[in-house]
């Protein structure tokens, strides 16, 4: 009986990780069927790179090339999966966004990096996000435009948006398969390419990047 309770035990624990597996077996499945029908309104592909991994998807939105996938985010205690768009945006500005409220603090060690990489906390106020730009002066007078704050609050469920050296990326926790749906995701193209073309109009001699349509 004393060996029986630890054996049942570990059987109990291997299936429900069996079941966890699984589950995200066919989510993954479910996510890259979603992805090769989006794919197809995109002029695009989606892809794995193995039958249990997450997807990605590459294509054309807009004039604009689009990815989007998904990367794991650590701290000092947790792995956050996020979804991430990127889309070409026809400005060389350099600003990184970080969500104030639920945004995991990096470790101290990724901290001194992020500022060696994207540079110094810029002091902007309006919009719910922590800002970072290797040219403050100029992040300060972007960042001022009351329509671009509003654009950019409209965005609070993201946890990092990067605008740089030509494309925008945006990047938020995966809640489930329901937001990687066609229609779900062209919704979230729709807000992002939006942003992108505000970005776009607030700088001088900016490259307008594909139709210009509402």
Same mark, same amino acid.
């Given at each position: 009986?004393? &060996?029986?309770i630890? =054996?049942t /035990? /570990?059987?109990?624990?291997?299936? *429900?990780? !069996? +079941?966890?597996f699984?589950?995200?077996?066919?989510?993954?499945?479910?996510? /890259?069927? +979603? /992805?090769? @029908?989006?794919?197809?309104?995109?002029s695009?592909?989606?892809?794995?790179?193995?039958?249990? +991994?997450?997807p990605y998807? &590459?294509?054309?939105?807009?004039g604009?090339?689009?990815?989007i996938?998904f990367h794991? +985010?650590?701290?000092?205690?947790? %792995?956050v999966?996020? =979804? $991430? $768009?990127?889309?070409?945006?026809?400005?060389?500005?350099?600003?990184?966004l970080?969500?104030k409220?639920?945004?995991?603090?990096p470790?101290?060690?990724q901290?001194?990096?992020?500022?060696?990489?994207?540079?110094? *906390? $810029?002091? $902007?106020?309006?919009?719910?996000?922590d800002v970072r730009s290797?040219e403050?002066?100029r992040?300060v007078?972007?960042?001022?435009?009351?329509?671009l704050?509003?654009?950019? %609050?409209a !965005?609070?469920?993201y946890?990092q948006? =990067?605008?740089? @050296?030509?494309?925008?990326?945006? &990047?938020k926790q995966?809640?489930?398969?329901a937001?990687? #749906?066609? @229609?779900?995701m062209?919704?979230? !193209?729709?807000?992002? #390419?939006?942003?992108a073309r505000?970005?776009? @109009? #607030?700088?001088?001699?900016?490259?307008k990047?594909?139709?210009?349509?509402?």
């Open positions: 009986m004393i &060996s029986y630890p =054996l /035990f /570990f059987g109990v624990i291997a299936a *429900v990780g !069996l +079941a966890f699984v589950h995200g077996f066919v989510n993954r499945q479910k996510i /890259f069927a +979603a /992805f090769t @029908d989006l794919a197809s309104r995109l695009g592909a989606a892809g794995r790179s193995a039958i249990w +991994a997450y998807l &590459s294509g054309t939105y807009e604009r090339p689009v990815k996938f794991t +985010a650590e701290n000092h205690t947790v %792995s999966l996020n =979804l $991430v $768009v990127e889309l070409g945006v026809g400005t060389p500005e350099r600003v990184l970080l969500q409220d639920g945004f995991r603090d470790k101290p060690e901290k001194a990096k992020l500022e060696e990489e994207v540079g110094p *906390v $810029v002091p $902007v106020t309006g919009i719910p996000f290797p403050p002066g992040a007078a972007l960042l001022r435009s009351p329509e704050a509003r654009e950019i %609050s !965005l609070t469920p946890n948006i =990067l605008l740089w @050296d030509g494309s925008l990326i945006a &990047s995966f809640e489930g398969v937001e990687t #749906l066609p @229609d779900a062209m919704s979230t !193209l729709t807000r992002i #390419l939006s942003l505000r970005f776009e @109009d #607030l700088h001088p001699g900016a490259e990047i594909g139709a210009q349509t509402a």
